[in-house]
């Protein structure tokens, strides 16, 4: 499907003004169908994580009001929480100047295996839990730090032997 197709919510994309400036939704896709998102706490603004959209996870998102995302690992369409239980309630979703982008803030719920309320399948709130250090030269390989002190619930009671969908 073209990004210039007319479908359902979607609003063909005819110039940069309309896309820029107007109040059409037209969001712009990428070859292989996705659009990036990023994800954050609706009350802390925590990046929680970074995930990829097509068409159909779009649509769903906004009509459900609950995330869903394109699982490029796992090569299907992806409701949050539909395995953990950690379901991420969309409070509001913006999208960026040329619509290639989308930013959702949402409402966490707790696993359903016990522990915090999260969004990530490691144990973490948040997927993005460990920093790259700036600024400095260096021929020896870069060390990670951890910058959330422990993790929000335990991926084995959650996801029991669910495959892993981080791939090498």
Request: charged share 25%; aromatic share 8%; with cysteine.
């Amino acid at each position: 499907m073209s990004n210039s197709e007319n479908t359902g919510i979607y609003r063909d994309r005819l110039s940069v003004e309309q896309v820029e400036e107007s109040d059409q939704f037209a969001p712009r896709f990428d070859s292989n169908g996705l659009i990036p998102c990023i994800t954050l706490d609706s009350n802390t603004r925590q990046v929680l994580m970074f995930a990829m959209m097509n068409r159909e996870a779009l649509q769903l998102t906004i009509e459900t009001g609950l995330a869903h995302y394109w699982s490029r690992s796992r090569g299907k369409l992806w409701k949050k929480g539909e395995t953990s239980g950690m379901v991420q309630q969309v409070k509001r979703m913006l999208i960026d100047d040329d619509q290639d982008c989308v930013v959702i803030e949402v409402g966490l719920t707790p696993p359903v295996g016990g522990g915090q309320e999260a969004s990530c399948h490691v144990g973490y709130r948040s997927c993005f839990y460990r920093e790259v250090p700036i600024g400095r030269k260096s021929e020896k390989p870069i060390q990670l730090t951890f910058i959330e002190t422990g993790k929000a619930f335990d991926p084995v009671a959650v996801y029991g032997d669910t495959p892993n969908p981080t791939r090498l």
